[in-house]
């Protein structure tokens, strides 16, 4: 066979989002059957309320669709069904929730409180907003670099809010909320993401320092002590949001963040060392010095020896729940404390079981996968860590809440993403898939392919030679 008659395969890169589509479809499906299913268990009838639901979570989501669509084509098209999913389960198990509040007050002869899940489906329509506005207006990722150190003083300045007197306000023993024209807003959950963008841009440009200098002791190559400044700042920062604003979660999450980024940057095993130690011994200094903080140690070592504990009541719960739970609605996961909010894990683990649990955390895995997927076809350092940085936060704060639900570490102060009530963490978390998805349509959008050479063009080069 000739040079000449061999045919060349042309691979014609496939943007996805009718796999997309097909996706959004099941997720709304699912999550409006268990809203419906909720209703027809508690109620004995199908929730008036249903098709405001399906057509809010519906047509949200058809939006969010449609925009990447124009805006973003080549995006990963599972990260968006993935956040439907877990923001219409929120929304059922929420429901689920104020259903059975208003029984058991109706019970003592009390007037129900106002239901949270229309507000939650307020929230949820917020945060689409802050997607739409995320996808149309950044068009490139890399124009984020310019904002480094701005992005790094925002996340700082969003850290200190809650301190000052008259703005911040101390909720469930943590001053991380702050109260303007009538609503709370917790800025934490927006200087996450302003900090990982601080992150990414300051070790693009300091990792080689960062990687090459320092010295060898017992087969670890170990940082320069000059080259110390970065993490030191980084965990005293983290040690003030644990000390002034008695938020264990979020500090946890800063740290963890800033030294996983660091170590994946330089490659080097040292920096985890260093930084863990450095936890460690914060972490002890926090818990011999600072009452909060003994308090939620000694409640994670026995939380039994609380009458009506939070986490004695949410492991009742799932123990209770067993290996299939007891069904969507025959629970009490109302029972728990905080049950829509801080302990929304307990209470699917209580109706779906521990089957269903690991289905909701097969979810966030698969955020998490697509993102460091993300994070390795990105073809610029800075969208790698941004990548990386935004998925660990996922990876992080899950770990954080269902290590603390189920005892494996102290309970923190941390909202499940998409599902846990709270506006300010719904939208962010939206903000944060609108991030992924932009540098995934850079990551999977094909190149320009180079300009053709002619054959004179190369038998002149091959004469050169």
């Not at 040079?3 to 097909?22: C, D, F, K, M, N």
């Not at 007197?165 to 303007?180: D, E, F, K, T, Y």
């Not at 302990?343 to 955390?361: P, Q, R, V, Y």
Request: with cysteine.
């Amino acid at each position: 066979m000739s040079i000449a008659s061999t045919s060349v395969i042309q691979i014609i890169p496939r943007t996805r989002r009718g796999v997309e589509l097909l996706l959004l479809v099941i997720a709304i499906a699912v999550s409006v059957g268990a809203y419906v299913n909720i209703g027809i268990t508690v109620q004995d009838k199908v929730p008036a309320s249903t098709g405001y639901y399906a057509a809010g979570i519906g047509l949200l989501a058809l939006i969010a669709h449609f925009a990447l669509r124009y805006r973003a084509p080549y995006a990963d098209p599972v990260l968006l069904p993935c956040a439907v999913l877990l923001n219409g389960l929120g929304v059922a198990m929420i429901h689920r929730i104020d259903l059975g509040l208003a029984i058991v007050a109706e019970a003592k002869g009390n007037t129900p409180k106002a239901a949270a899940a229309p507000q939650q489906i307020t929230w949820t329509a917020v945060g689409i907003v802050l997607f739409l506005v995320v996808i149309l207006l950044i068009r490139d990722h890399r124009r984020l670099q310019a904002l480094t150190y701005t992005a790094g003083l925002a996340g700082l300045v969003l850290l200190v809010l809650p301190l000052i007197p008259g703005l911040g306000v101390n909720l469930n023993g943590a001053r991380i909320w702050i109260r303007l024209a009538g609503m709370s807003f917790q800025p934490g959950e927006f200087a996450k993401i302003c900090l990982v963008v601080f992150f990414a841009g300051y070790l693009v440009v300091k990792r080689d320092v960062l990687t090459l200098a320092g010295h060898r002791f017992l087969g670890l190559d170990l940082p320069r002590a000059r080259d110390l400044g970065p993490i030191g700042i980084a965990w005293a920062v983290s040690l003030g949001v644990l000390v002034f604003e008695s938020d264990l979660g979020s500090s946890l999450l800063f740290f963890g963040l800033f030294l996983f980024l660091l170590y994946v940057s330089t490659e080097r095993a040292g920096w985890l060392i260093i930084g863990g130690a450095l936890f460690v011994g914060g972490a002890f200094f926090a818990y011999t010095t600072f009452g909060h903080v003994h308090r939620r140690v000694t409640d994670w070592l026995d939380p039994w020896a609380i009458d009506g504990g939070q986490v004695k009541l949410g492991l009742m719960g799932q123990a209770w729940g067993g290996i299939l739970g007891r069904g969507l609605g025959q629970g009490h996961p109302e029972a728990t404390l905080y049950a829509q909010s801080d302990m929304i894990i307990s209470s699917f683990a209580e109706e779906l079981g521990l089957t269903g649990l690991i289905a909701i955390l097969l979810v966030y895995t698969l955020i998490i996968e697509r993102g460091l997927r993300t994070a390795l076809g990105c073809r610029d350092i800075f969208g790698k860590l941004i990548a990386t940085g935004l998925a660990m936060s996922f990876a992080l704060q899950v770990f954080v809440i269902v290590g603390g639900v189920t005892g494996l570490i102290p309970l923190t102060g941390l909202a499940t993403p998409f599902m846990a009530l709270g506006g300010t963490s719904l939208v962010a978390n939206w903000a944060i898939i609108a991030l992924l998805l932009r540098i995934s349509d850079q990551a999977r959008r094909p190149q320009t392919p180079a300009a053709p050479v002619s054959d004179e063009t190369i038998a002149m080069a091959v004469q050169k030679q």
